[in-house]
């Protein structure tokens, strides 16, 4: 279904061209001043230089012909020269049935889907998660799920960080804690235990340790490299270990990304592009690409347009060992494989733009990836705290994100009691319902590539731009259309009234903006366009709901058409906030 921008265009195009103008003058916009009118068109103004005349003149001319056009009700011509416009109650109402009678409100999805590949979460295992990921995996999901809406096959990768220093730093922490343990044995030849020689919280304390210990201790550091690259070369020992660090932090992750009502199609890792590696270098070597500098192995990445630096992308390091640009390439090479994508999509702190540029223009330079496949950057500011600088702990460290995800739970609770008298069991529901909103709204409606600051008062207040707001307005609506089924009224075969009063009409408006949105969220990957609008569509009901008797409007007509907008603005928001990852409690 055609946007309504497109609509109404198209209707100033032909009357341009009856005035005897070019009909490319007549492009329609919203109002900047919806004092004045709901749409205009500057067109005029720009037709003036082309036919040597004052735009009023040709404004009039064009407002001449409108006249007759049943879509408006008012058409003005006004200096210097634009066209004002409103549109007529059935010519509206016409637009809201289709939307209302179709699946996706009016969105032409695509007619071929692109397969395409999301790179999000990218969490590390074994270290615990921190508010870092949480953006990645909020932002990404809202991605993949504005992609599926929009008729892609999509496919969502963690990509787990399982392949680096890490893990050698574990390993080397286990063995100065327990030499004896068979993993590290160049001799032992049997089978190792099948049960880890850890538990999740021991794994969660020994990262953190060797992490800090191999920042002072020079030796300690090299044996951890080591480690690293015997578990890239496959030795048996290390890979068992290996297996016992994956096996206890994956089911922990899987746990903390439920919550999150974040979801993945492939739990792959950096890992996994182990075996497309040789391939891959020995490509790079064949066609002189890849050179050796400094023992390191490189390809030159650099283009003349360039005004950053852009130094050469490291393929191996001098020992050989893979770094974090290897196993990017390589999964590149390793989706090109078995998926074959039209595009691939990365989620990922915009600090890491330098490497993505690199990883990026390596693969197409050596053919790892063809000029036919799209690989975008989604890069992500960071989340601050109310001092401006990145989140922390009370005490200064690193914030967790399940701490995180506990304080916001506690802080919605605490809300939701004292708004009404409501069971414990049934407030913590609630409150877990609404607090993700809460975490996830206040980060999507942002725009991701900005910083942004995370205010747990702000981001749970039942007011203003927030998530809680959005949820609190589907339930009023969810209240008053169950009232009304309840009493015996059925929501079908109602009709929207022709001649809205001010708030419903400007309500209106508002919801026919639904496929235009959502096609632009799709295009920029920007999931806070989709919040501006649910944001502006609650409001407007709002603004309405307060200035109208619903269930006590006593013209039946005029109550069912309110009932028919209320049922249309519900499906909506619901289907806004579906896209974005969260959904809304029946109760608030
Ligand atoms: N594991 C990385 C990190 O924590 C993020 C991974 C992003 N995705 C990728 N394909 N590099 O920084």
């Given at each position: 279904m055609k946007t309504i921008l497109d609509i109404i265009s198209e209707h100033l195009s032909e009357a341009f061209v009856s005035a005897g103008y070019d009909g490319k003058y007549g492009r329609a916009s919203v109002s900047n001043r919806p004092d004045l009118c709901e749409f205009q068109c500057n067109g005029a103004l720009a037709a003036a230089k082309e036919y040597k005349k004052a735009p009023i003149m040709i404004a009039q001319d064009v407002a001449g012909v409108l006249?007759?056009?049943?879509?408006?009700d008012e058409i003005s011509a006004v200096a210097p020269g634009f066209l004002n416009l409103r549109l007529n109650g059935p010519f509206l109402t016409g637009y809201l049935d289709r939307m209302a009678a179709d699946e996706k409100f009016g969105l032409t999805v695509k007619d071929k889907p692109d397969t395409t590949v999301i790179d999000y979460g990218g969490p590390n295992v074994a270290k615990p998660l921190h508010v870092g990921h949480l953006r990645s995996a909020i932002i990404g999901e809202a991605v993949k799920r504005i992609m599926l809406y929009m008729g892609d096959e999509v496919t969502g990768d963690i990509h787990l960080g399982d392949w680096g220093l890490q893990m050698g730093l574990i390993m080397t922490e286990l063995r100065h804690r327990e030499p004896d343990l068979p993993y590290f044995d160049e001799d032992f030849e049997g089978e190792y235990p099948s049960e880890p020689p850890f538990t999740l919280s021991e794994l969660e304390e020994i990262y953190p340790a060797a992490s800090a210990r191999s920042k002072n201790d020079e030796e300690y550091k090299e044996e951890a490299m080591n480690d690293t690259f015997l578990l890239q070369q496959g030795d048996r020992g290390r890979s068992a270990l290996w297996k016992h660090i994956m096996n206890v932090s994956i089911p922990d992750l899987k746990k903390n990304y439920e919550k999150l009502n974040v979801s993945f199609d492939l739990w792959k890792g950096e890992s996994d592009a182990k075996p497309y590696i040789d391939g891959m270098v020995s490509m790079m070597k064949d066609t002189g690409l890849a050179y050796e500098s400094q023992g390191a192995l490189v390809v030159d990445v650099k283009e003349e347009t360039d005004s950053k630096e852009m130094p050469p992308c490291m393929i191996l390091k001098s020992d050989g060992a893979a770094l974090y640009t290897t196993t990017d390439l390589a999964t590149i090479a390793e989706r090109k494989k078995l998926i074959d994508p039209a595009r691939m999509v990365y989620v990922a702190d915009k600090r890491q733009e330098m490497h993505f540029v690199q990883v990026f223009r390596c693969a197409r330079k050596t053919g790892v990836i063809g000029e036919d496949v799209k690989l975008d950057f989604l890069g992500f500011g960071t989340m601050n705290g109310a001092d401006g600088k990145p989140f922390k702990t009370r005490d200064g460290g690193v914030m967790r994100l399940e701490a995180l995800l506990d304080d916001i739970n506690e802080e919605m609770y605490k809300k939701i009691r004292d708004n009404h008298e409501v069971d414990e069991d049934e407030a913590r529901a609630t409150a877990s319902v609404v607090a993700l909103a809460a975490v996830k709204y206040g980060d999507l409606s942002?725009?991701?590539t900005k910083d942004y600051i995370f205010d747990i008062d702000k981001f749970t207040s039942f007011e203003g731009n927030t998530g809680p707001y959005i949820l609190y307005t589907i339930v009023r609506i969810k209240s008053i259309l169950n009232k009304f089924t309840g009493d015996g009224g059925s929501l079908e075969g109602l009709e929207f009234n022709t001649s809205p009063v001010d708030t419903e009409k400007a309500l209106m408006l508002e919801l026919i903006r639904f496929n235009q949105v959502i096609a632009s969220a799709y295009e920029e990957l920007a999931p806070h366009k989709i919040c501006a609008y649910i944001y502006d569509v609650a409001n407007a009901f709002n603004r309405f709901y307060h200035e109208n008797r619903i269930l006590n409007e006593e013209n039946a007509a005029r109550k069912a058409g309110f009932l028919k907008l209320l049922d249309l603005t519900k499906r909506l928001l619901e289907t806004g906030i579906d896209i974005l990852g969260f959904s809304a409690p029946e109760k608030m």
């Open positions: 006249k007759d056009d049943d879509a408006f942002n725009q991701a």
